[in-house]
Structure formats: structure tokens, C-alpha cells
């Protein structure tokens, strides 16, 4: 059984740093695809940032040069590292992963995911 455990997020004021982690148990995800998504009350999950193959990222336009995701491979970890935090970024945040070397910005297309870390930032 396949299973994403994260830890990390929490409350801070706006400016400041949150790390997230997602470590993955029953799989070894290795090149395939682990991106973080969040999701606000009443909104639909976003992709925020997502890795595949030999540490190919990409981001939210909103958390470029904010945000950098992390692989390690021999840990089957990945993570997310936030600073210059903004009250927008307050949301629930969720490590998704799928068995595949393609990474998708459509969070239906990803088979495994964690049980969300809540991160919120006051102004």
C-alpha cells in the first residue's frame, strides 16, 4: 500500500519561511512525478510546484523565486521549501504522486497523495 506522509506547514506572519515534507512508503517513486498542490476553502486544488526525472521542476507563476522543490530519491522525499510567505499562500497544502515520468499540472492525473498540511500566513 502506497502511502505520502507530510509533515511541516503551520501558522507565520507574512515574510517568513515554512518547510513541507512528503515522504513516500510501499513505492519508490525515483524519477516519477511528486508535485505539491493546495487548496483554499471552496476553490479547486492548484498545482503549486512539482519535480520528475533528474530534478526537472516547475512552479506557479505566483511562487516563482518564493517556493523550491526538492527530490531526494535515496529518502523517497520530497520537499517544499516557502519563503517571503504572503496571506495568499494560506491554504491547505497537498504532496501528490503518480507512476510516471511525465509531470502533470492536472492534479486528476496523479495516483497517490498525502493528507494535506495546513499553512497559513498572517498579514
Known amino acids: 500500500q502506497v502511502q505520502l506522509i507530510e509533515s511541516g506547514g503551520g501558522l507565520v506572519q507574512a515574510g517568513g519561511s515554512l518547510r513541507l515534507s512528503c515522504t513516500a512508503s510501499?513505492?519508490?517513486?525515483?524519477?516519477?512525478?511528486m508535485a505539491w498542490f493546495r487548496q483554499e476553502t471552496g476553490k479547486e486544488r492548484e498545482f503549486v510546484a512539482g519535480?520528475?526525472?533528474?530534478?526537472?521542476?516547475q512552479y506557479l507563476d505566483s511562487v516563482k523565486a518564493r517556493f523550491t522543490i526538492s527530490k531526494d530519491i535515496a529518502k523517497n522525499t520530497v520537499t517544499l521549501q516557502m519563503n517571503f510567505l504572503k496571506p495568499e499562500d494560506t491554504a491547505t497544502y497537498y504532496c501528490?504522486?503518480?507512476?510516471?515520468?511525465?509531470?502533470?499540472?492536472?492534479?486528476?492525473?496523479?495516483?497517490?497523495w498525502g493528507q494535506g498540511a495546513q499553512v497559513a500566513v498572517s498579514s
Open positions: 510501499g513505492h519508490t517513486f525515483g524519477r516519477d512525478a
Open positions: 501528490a504522486a503518480r507512476a510516471s515520468e511525465v509531470l502533470s499540472l492536472d492534479s486528476r492525473l496523479y495516483d497517490y
Open positions: 519535480i520528475v526525472g533528474n530534478g526537472i521542476t
